[in-house]
């Protein structure tokens, strides 16, 4: 639909005529559309429309004003991350830390109250890490050395105990492999493609360089290699390696996989470019079979709307290897502070409202797809769901997943989350856990977007810790949740 | 001046009229201006007018690229901060270590190349805190206890060792103190005033409370306190206290005045709300005679207008209890990396442009006015300042200290800057160092605004140190200075 306000009007026995024309063209003439209106009416309409409006954005403003003020003062968000991350700790998908990650959940979600809250269960992937992984240079030049490297192995990789020991290929990318294949085997492939640093959106180079970490293994598996390393997806000025989730082609051999830190790997790098380096690999990657796990949802029933639902969310797994205090420890504790800030404004919601702590993200996505599917199984409606899941850092803005139309609708609240510095709109975002709702209803969605020119400095790595999360960074991410969930129940999509 | 184009245009003998219309009434009319120009020209105007402001816009874009690119992947100003944090550390004015980053920074600013580097000598303070300092509780309810608290000696506070030791009266504010200012004599007055969280932006708290910091003493003294501890302007979680200027009346004995650490201030607030709480106070705080320091100052002289000045700078004094990194280690290493990014681009600027660390800003202000001081006497022509002492976080944009006009002209840059994270300009802005330049000149001044949810948890306490600053939080502030340094230096204001 694309109408204008076509600029004319006719007077005629006190109605107006006011002429639409509609941009497309039928048998090349414009369509006229005409709305007659007393011109009492007209003149009552026009009059009363700007009163409406300001009053309805006074109310707005002020309501989210309380919000804020109540969150900054009194948010419970900064000590539950402390809670989640230091009594609970790193909590991958299938671990007892994931388990009473569910419980804990559960308890703080009933201690603030909602109409119901409860479990969704579902089934989750359970890779263990083991313990004693190395990657270790043992030969430069046949000289035999023992320089051990800082790395982790990627989420998924096997190993399982055994030590491979190659020469190892350094290249930049896949085009470099792709043109080296024939020296490929029998090696250990150093894939060193970096992090672009002149990218303003760090999310950008994140975007290039994971499919390094996802499809390296089997790229280089392809041409005979016996194990990769990467270098790791950041531009962090420390040495931690970066972990992550890798994806394994069936097709080829399933060869271990790690990430090294980044001055090890320009360490590895340089060595490589003057020498023939022997490294040795021992990883203890296993896959053990799905397990069951749990969707923690809170429930707020809709005085107008019940059956139509409004979901906000992050996920509760995190690596093992950190706190997931940034990933996503701040999405679990955005989404309750949320659900804590609106009862104790006393808000009842037009639209049923979820806050959903999300199974497994990290490596399956099994959280969000469950979701969807007893969504789908019970045909309800959701009407939009919003995730926070790119850190705890100072509120920027929303991606918004939705329509031409309704992102026209979304940017009439811009002035309204401008002051709690939320109000970066961007047509294109949303979430993991929330996208095969999306893919399934059609729904709209939206991602907070924080301040991330930190996030790849800790994101998977042993920094992502409590400790890295500002109070009032956190808290501010939950003011400008909290005022968008308002307006998208006070107003719909 | 408010004109506004009036949709009226007469064509006439291939001539077009176009109608102004002031929007001020004379005898009830409005004034009509007209422009008389041919058809040909106009046309001519018309289709030329976006073709210029594209192409330099092209221009300008790629240019301010060119200068991001170079600082995100070759910014110096990450290891300068090392170097000044680490290798110099805090350098208060008077201390050695101040003299020392004078030395850095000529040897630094040399080492980058500029048509001249010098020394620009002023006088500035020498306050020492002294050694052994204690602020401890050491009677509740006439029970004696020792309980020490954090405390730090706020900057020009005086105590010369001695011990006082005396009742506490806490009160919230200047008002409390005001009502009971007759139970005030012989006692230590206690400032527990908050830092308000509901505020979004922090420096508004910053603004509310720092009277107590820099008032609370003489206000107290007034009364007949022996000493005053205060609460430390933060919401920071940690319980460091934040030291700070502060300035007797000289009407009012000079009695010792310190912060306390947010946890101890909590503390000692609710041991007095139901009981009679006896402080020991013992400070070594001593103001020495003021002494000889230096501005340094690099200068890359203008092709076209050699004599008209644009500053940017930041300070290189600190406080003496932490390394000064974000405050203002940051400013000055923005300083510098602007004239490294601008050399290595090979930019030659139509103005003389002035790379100045300024030699006192904390407890004195003495940098910036000897700079402006000897530009008054050269009578210099000074066509911008911009200074960079908000510390190092991811930069939002500028606060502008400029005229309407030049504030309009200022906002076409702001699309420019928008890419780079500085597109939020506020008319209202400046920097401590610059002020004098401002009051002197009237010239147009700007500072640079980041993201400052974090700015007043390590302000002026022992936790700013290189390590809460962030690579590329810290280069991005450089690209936006580099860019607007650019801007000015190109079009003028």
Redesign the interface.
């Known amino acids: 639909m694309n109408f204008m306000l076509y600029a004319s009007q006719q007077r005629s026995n006190n109605y107006f005529f006011i002429r639409f024309i509609h941009s497309s063209l039928v048998n090349n003439q414009h369509q006229y559309f005409y709305i007659f209106i007393s011109m009492k009416k007209l003149l009552f309409l026009l009059a009363a429309l700007p009163i409406i409006a300001t009053a309805q954005n006074n109310e707005d403003s002020a309501f989210i004003k309380r919000l804020?003020?109540d969150i900054?003062?009194n948010g419970k968000a900064?000590d539950l991350l402390y809670q989640l991350t230091k009594n609970v700790g790193g909590r991958l998908a299938g671990s007892p830390q994931f388990a009473q990650a569910v419980k804990w959940g559960k308890a703080t979600m009933d201690g603030i109250g909602a109409d119901k809250v409860y479990l969704q269960e579902c089934m989750i992937p359970h890779w263990v890490r083991g313990k004693g992984d190395k990657v270790t240079i043992t030969g430069i030049n046949n000289r035999p050395v023992n320089i051990a490297l800082d790395a982790l192995a990627l989420g998924n990789s096997l190993g399982n105990g055994k030590t491979v020991t190659a020469d190892v290929i350094a290249v930049k990318d896949f085009a470099e492999l792709e043109k080296r294949k024939d020296e490929i085997k029998g090696k250990i492939v150093f894939y060193n493609y970096p992090f672009n640093?002149?990218y303003?959106v760090?999310g950008r180079a994140y975007g290039e360089s994971g499919i390094y970490r996802h499809s390296g293994a089997s790229r280089a598996a392809k041409y005979g290699a016996v194990a990769v390393v990467i270098r790791s997806l950041t531009?962090a000025?420390d040495n931690n390696p970066h972990t992550g989730a890798m994806q394994y082609d069936s097709v080829y051999a399933k060869i271990p996989a790690a990430a090294l830190g980044l001055k090890d790997a320009d360490r590895l790098w340089k060595e490589t470019q003057s020498s023939v380096v022997k490294l040795s690999v021992t990883m203890h990657g296993k896959q053990l079979s799905d397990t069951i796990g749990y969707n923690v949802i809170a429930e707020l029933k809709g005085s107008t709307f019940p059956d139509e639902f409004i979901t906000v969310g992050g996920h509760l797994d995190s690596w093992d290897v950190n706190e997931g205090a940034h990933d996503d420890g701040a999405g679990v504790v955005h989404t309750i502070e949320v659900l804590r800030a609106l009862q104790a404004a006393g808000y009842h919601p037009k639209h049923s409202i979820r806050f959903v702590l999300f199974a497994n993200e990290e490596n399956g996505l099994r959280g969000g797809s469950k979701y969807a599917e007893v969504a789908k199984g019970k045909n309800e409606k959701h009407i939009f769901a919003l995730e926070s899941d790119e850190g705890g850092f100072?509120p920027r803005g929303f991606g918004f997943g939705v329509s031409p139309a309704q992102y026209q609708k979304v940017l009439t609240w811009q002035s309204l989350l401008k002051?709690?510095?939320g109000g970066d709109f961007a047509n294109g975002g949303g979430g993991a856990d929330i996208g095969p709702l999306a893919r399934t209803f059609k729904t709209p969605v939206a991602g907070l977007t924080p301040?991330n020119?930190?996030y790849f400095?800790i994101h998977h790595a042993r920094s992502d810790v409590f400790e890295n999360v500002?109070?009032?960074?956190l808290l501010?991410g939950a003011v400008n949740m909290a005022a968008l969930i308002y307006l998208v129940d006070k107003y719909g999509l």
């Open positions: 804020s003020d900054l003062a900064y640093p002149t303003v760090p531009e000025t100072t002051p709690y510095g301040d020119q930190r400095d500002n109070k009032r960074e501010l």
